[in-house]
C-alpha cells in the first residue's frame, strides 16, 4: 500500500494526472469488481488495460508448498482474466480499447526452477493471442510483451540465488516501460523488448535439440 501510494505521488510530481491508488487483490474476483467499479465511478471508462502483476518462487518443482503454486497460477493468469473480463465489457460497448498483456521470456522460453512460473505466462501467451483473433474485428487492440531481465524486486521477492547476475543483465523498468508503450502506441501484437531474449527465442525455435542439450547442462549448476 506505501508503495502504491509513492508511486501515486510520483506520477503527480512528474506532471501527471492524479492517480487513482486502490490496493487490489487481482487473484480475488470480489476485490477486481470492486476495483473496476472504482475506476468506472472516478473516470466513466478505462482505455487501457495493462495487465502487469506478476508472482513467482525459485526452486525445484519438488520442493515447493503447493500452495505456493496456487498463488501464482492465481495472480499471474486468473488475475489477468479477471482484470480482462471486468474492463473488456465497456470498452466493447464502445468500440475500442487497449488490452495489454506482460509475459516474459519465460512464456516463449521455459526457464529451469520456474516451471508453475513459465507454465503462467505460456497460458497468457495463449490467452492474448485467443483474444487478438477474437476482439480485432470488433476494434479492440491486443498487446502482448515478453520482456527478458528487468531490474526490480521480483528476483529477490522470487528468491533467486542469481539476483547479481539477473542485476547485472537486467534493463530498468523505465526501459521496458517505454518499449511497452512504444509498441502499443504502434499497433504491435507481440513485443520482446530485449535483444539477448529475442535471440534465445529463435535459438529455441531453430535449434530445439542443442538448446535442449544446453539448458539441461545448465541445469546442473543451479
Same mark, same amino acid.
Given at each position: 500500500?506505501?508503495?502504491?501510494?509513492?508511486?501515486?505521488?510520483?506520477?503527480?510530481? &512528474?506532471?501527471?494526472?492524479?492517480?487513482?491508488? %486502490? =490496493?487490489?487483490?487481482?487473484?480475488?474476483? *470480489?476485490?477486481?469488481? @470492486? $476495483?473496476?467499479?472504482?475506476?468506472?465511478?472516478?473516470?466513466?471508462?478505462?482505455?487501457?488495460?495493462?495487465?502487469?502483476?506478476?508472482?513467482?518462487?525459485?526452486?525445484?518443482?519438488?520442493?515447493?508448498?503447493?500452495?505456493?503454486?496456487?498463488?501464482?497460477?492465481?495472480?499471474?493468469?486468473?488475475?489477468?482474466?479477471?482484470?480482462?473480463?471486468?474492463?473488456?465489457?465497456?470498452?466493447?460497448?464502445?468500440?475500442?480499447?487497449?488490452?495489454?498483456?506482460? &509475459?516474459?521470456?519465460?512464456?516463449?522460453?521455459? %526457464? =529451469?526452477?520456474?516451471?508453475?512460473?513459465? *507454465?503462467?505466462?505460456? @497460458? $497468457?501467451?495463449?490467452?492474448?493471442?485467443?483474444?487478438?483473433?477474437?476482439?480485432?474485428?470488433?476494434?479492440?487492440?491486443?498487446?502482448?510483451?515478453?520482456?527478458?531481465?528487468?531490474?526490480?524486486?521480483?528476483?529477490?521477492?522470487?528468491?533467486?540465488?542469481?539476483?547479481?547476475?539477473?542485476?547485472?543483465?537486467?534493463?530498468?523498468?523505465?526501459?521496458?516501460?517505454?518499449?511497452?508503450?512504444?509498441?502499443?502506441?504502434?499497433?504491435?501484437?507481440?513485443?520482446?523488448?530485449?535483444?539477448?531474449?529475442?535471440?534465445?527465442?529463435?535459438?529455441?525455435?531453430?535449434?530445439?535439440?542443442?538448446?535442449?542439450?544446453?539448458?539441461?547442462?545448465?541445469?546442473?549448476?543451479?
Amino acid at each position: 500500500t506505501q508503495a502504491l501510494a509513492e508511486l501515486g505521488s510520483a506520477i503527480e510530481e &512528474s506532471g501527471g494526472r492524479q492517480p487513482l491508488v %486502490v =490496493p487490489c487483490d487481482i487473484g480475488d474476483l *470480489a476485490q477486481v469488481s @470492486a $476495483l473496476h467499479a472504482e475506476v468506472e465511478a472516478q473516470w466513466g471508462r478505462a482505455d487501457v488495460l495493462i495487465n502487469n502483476a506478476g508472482r513467482g518462487y525459485y526452486h525445484s518443482f519438488a520442493d515447493a508448498d503447493v500452495r505456493e503454486y496456487e498463488a501464482v497460477v492465481q495472480t499471474n493468469l486468473l488475475g489477468a482474466i479477471y482484470c480482462t473480463r471486468a474492463f473488456l465489457p465497456g470498452m466493447l460497448a464502445r468500440g475500442r480499447g487497449r488490452l495489454v498483456f506482460i &509475459s516474459s521470456i519465460a512464456g516463449e522460453f521455459p %526457464v =529451469p526452477k520456474h516451471a508453475v512460473y513459465s *507454465a503462467t505466462k505460456f @497460458a $497468457l501467451n495463449g490467452l492474448a493471442e485467443s483474444l487478438d483473433y477474437e476482439l480485432a474485428p470488433q476494434g479492440i487492440g491486443v498487446h502482448l510483451v515478453g520482456p527478458g531481465l528487468v531490474h526490480t524486486e521480483f528476483a529477490a521477492r522470487a528468491g533467486s540465488k542469481h539476483l547479481p547476475v539477473q542485476k547485472k543483465f537486467a534493463k530498468s523498468a523505465e526501459e521496458v516501460a517505454t518499449a511497452i508503450a512504444d509498441a502499443v502506441a504502434a499497433g504491435k501484437h507481440k513485443s520482446v523488448p530485449d535483444a539477448a531474449a529475442h535471440l534465445l527465442i529463435k535459438l529455441r525455435q531453430h535449434l530445439p535439440r542443442l538448446t535442449r542439450f544446453v539448458f539441461r547442462r545448465v541445469c546442473r549448476r543451479l
